[in-house]
């Protein structure tokens, strides 16, 4: 059974930065692919990015292009998520997500493996 544990939320000002990880524990598997999902209160889980197995391919939704990058370490089997010029409507409990295979995907159902998620407050 594979763990991920998400990590590094917190309150930040609009304009400010913050930096989650998410640290894959247990029975890992090679290659995997993992993505970020968000969950904002009264709202449905969304796509926030993804990265294949060996970071070369990224994909983000739009409404955080150009502000979010996802990284990966695959020695420390950590996948990040470097957030800049947080937004207000940037606030939710953020996902890790994991599956079997070397392609990443934007689709909830496609992942396998889920973190416990960890809140992100962006005050205005």
């Known amino acids: 059974q594979v763990q991920l544990v998400e990590s590094g939320g917190g309150l930040v000002q609009a304009g400010g930065s913050l930096r989650l990880s998410c640290a894959a524990s247990?029975?890992?598997?090679?290659?995997?692919?993992v993505a970020w999902f968000r969950q904002a209160p009264g709202k449905e889980r969304e796509f926030v990015a993804a990265?294949?197995?060996?970071?070369?391919?990224?994909g983000y939704a739009d409404s955080v292009k150009g502000r979010f990058t996802i990284s990966r370490d695959n020695a420390k089997n950590t996948v990040y998520l470097q957030m800049n010029s947080l937004k207000p409507e940037d606030t939710a409990v953020y996902y890790c997500?994991?599956?079997?295979?070397?392609?990443?995907?934007?689709?909830?159902?496609?992942?396998?493996?889920w973190g416990q998620g960890t809140q992100v407050t962006v005050s205005s």
């Open positions: 997500a994991a599956r079997p295979g070397y392609y990443g995907s934007s689709s909830l159902t496609d992942y396998d493996y």
């Open positions: 247990g029975r890992t598997f090679s290659p995997y692919a």
């Open positions: 990265i294949n197995w060996s970071g070369g391919s990224t």
